[in-house]
């Protein structure tokens, strides 16, 4: 998920933000910054919590598995989270809107000439998208890498999964997100089709409390090889008397407002259509249908022979150092071995027993 502040180029460029200001020796916009890259995590944690807790017994597992920064780029913040279900990823949404509202309201108390908007969207490890460790030292990465779990493992992942800003995450998953996230905007939180659809399945269970937008198709450059991608939003207009226009607008033009089991519907078809892989969270194969997701075969079928070739590199090491069929030489070189271990009897007479030890060996 990614947060952005709307209006910042203006903000930081204004005379009045742009000089000193209560006794701080950098612009004004500078102090506005670091109180926003400091606090705005903080109150995602906070809403997060009171989120897991208002859902009770169904996510008290989750309760530490809360989203967190992955990097800042400019203005933007950007978290991200593994989710294990259709719940954990309701409320890991819900606590960011939560965050979205109350960070904008206090935007607005200190009458501050800024927004936020957001974007959020799923993508699937270790397949099609991958984690890479990084660094920024070329030489004390060295070490870090050593320290590192083996790539292709669960432990690599749980360990981008405890600490992200460590690693770069890149696929087709990650560029959608940040292709739709152009069409945020103050009043709309973008989702991406598999989000979306997550989305719409909590919202069908009564677990995810927010409205949603659709607003039609829209070609992202490198998504879907440039067909035309849905526009999906959720609600966060946070002004009443603009929640109200907007609703006599709908009423006035006939519009109606998007049923979650339509999105969901609409969604699933368009994934088939396009071939992407609908989401496959961490329930288990049942709890989605009658088959994981395509790109899981894939990435079973290749990792398997990829253990297959390192199970018979292993074995052929195996029978150079130990082989089942002993050489011509075999014989003799035991013989050598075995006469370094046991000295033969004469030597055995010229070993020189220790003062006071009447051992001969």
């Known amino acids: 998920m990614s947060v952005d502040l709307v209006?910042?180029?203006?903000?930081?460029?204004?005379?009045?933000?742009?000089?000193?200001?209560?006794?701080?020796?950098?612009?004004?916009w500078v102090d506005e910054f670091r109180t926003f890259y400091k606090d705005f995590p903080l109150a995602v944690t906070t809403a997060y919590e009171l989120v897991v807790k208002a859902f009770g017994?169904?996510?008290?597992?989750?309760?530490?598995?809360?989203?967190?920064?992955?990097?800042?780029?400019?203005?933007?913040?950007?978290?991200c989270g593994r989710v294990n279900s259709v719940e954990h990823t309701a409320a890991s949404v819900s606590?960011?809107?939560?965050?979205?509202?109350?960070?904008?309201?206090?935007?607005?108390?200190?009458?501050?000439p800024l927004r936020l908007k957001g974007a959020g969207w799923l993508a699937a490890f270790p397949a099609p998208n991958i984690s890479i460790a990084v660094t920024s030292d070329p030489i004390t990465g060295q070490s870090e890498a050593a320290a590192m779990p083996s790539e292709n493992t669960e432990e690599f992942e749980r360990a981008a999964d405890d600490a992200p800003s460590r690693f770069d995450f890149l696929g087709k998953g990650i560029d959608?997100?940040?292709?739709?996230?152009?069409?945020?905007?103050?009043?709309?939180?973008?989702?991406?089709?598999?989000?979306?659809?997550?989305?719409?399945?909590?919202?069908?269970?009564?677990?995810?409390?927010?409205?949603?937008?659709?607003?039609?198709?829209?070609?992202?450059?490198?998504?879907?090889?440039?067909?035309?991608?849905?526009?999906?939003?959720v609600d966060t207009e946070r002004s009443e008397i603009k929640s109200k226009l907007k609703s006599r607008e709908a009423a006035l033009t006939g519009d109606t407002n998007v049923q979650a089991h339509a999105l969901c519907d609409f969604l699933e078809t368009f994934m088939e259509v396009a071939n992407i892989d609908r989401p496959c969270l961490g329930e288990g194969q049942e709890a989605?249908?009658?088959?994981?997701?395509?790109s899981y075969h894939r990435y079973e079928a290749a990792f398997k022979e990829h253990l297959d070739i390192d199970n018979a590199n292993v074995r052929q090491v195996a029978d150079a150092v130990d082989p089942d069929v002993p050489n011509d030489n075999s014989l003799d070189d035991a013989?050598?071995?075995?006469?370094?271990?046991?000295?033969?009897?004469?030597?055995?007479?010229?070993?020189?027993?220790?003062d006071g030890d009447d051992s001969t060996s």
Do not use: C
Not at 98 to 111: G, M, N, T, V
Not at 194 to 203: D, I, K, P, T, W
């Open 7 to 28: 209006g910042s180029t203006a903000f930081k460029a204004s005379k009045k933000h742009s000089e000193p200001q209560n006794g701080s020796p950098s612009p004004a």
């Open 288 to 294: 989605w249908g009658s088959g994981w997701p395509e």
């Open 176 to 233: 959608t997100g940040f292709r739709i996230a152009k069409n945020a905007s103050e009043d709309r939180f973008v989702a991406s089709v598999q989000l979306g659809y997550v989305l719409a399945r909590a919202a069908a269970k009564k677990k995810f409390p927010h409205a949603f937008g659709y607003h039609g198709r829209e070609a992202l450059k490198g998504v879907v090889d440039g067909a035309p991608y849905p526009v999906i939003s």
């Open 57 to 79: 017994e169904e996510l008290l597992g989750e309760a530490s598995n809360r989203p967190l920064v992955w990097k800042t780029i400019g203005d933007e913040i950007i978290f």
């Open 335 to 354: 013989k050598s071995f075995l006469g370094e271990l046991v000295p033969s009897p004469e030597e055995s007479s010229n070993v020189v027993p220790a």
């Open 95 to 112: 606590a960011f809107l939560k965050a979205l509202e109350q960070y904008s309201k206090r935007l607005e108390a200190d009458d501050k």
